[in-house]
């Protein structure tokens, strides 16, 4: 099942800065739920965001 999360409980649960955590929102590199002015974030979308994030920093982006 999915969970939904807050961008202050990612950043807390995967260990990311929580500023990172929403400017990746705000830029969509991260997807996520605005609902007012509040984001959710399902789990899978940060898995997915996580391991972009390391394969750009490891300089082997997607093709």
Known sequence: MTELLTPKEVARR???????????????R????????????ATFAVEEWLRLETADSDGHGEP
Do not use: E, H, M, N
């Open 30 to 41: 991260l997807k996520g739920i605005r609902r007012g002015t509040r984001w959710l974030v």
């Open 14 to 28: 995967y260990g990311a800065p929580r500023d990172f955590v929403y400017s990746s929102l705000q830029t969509g």
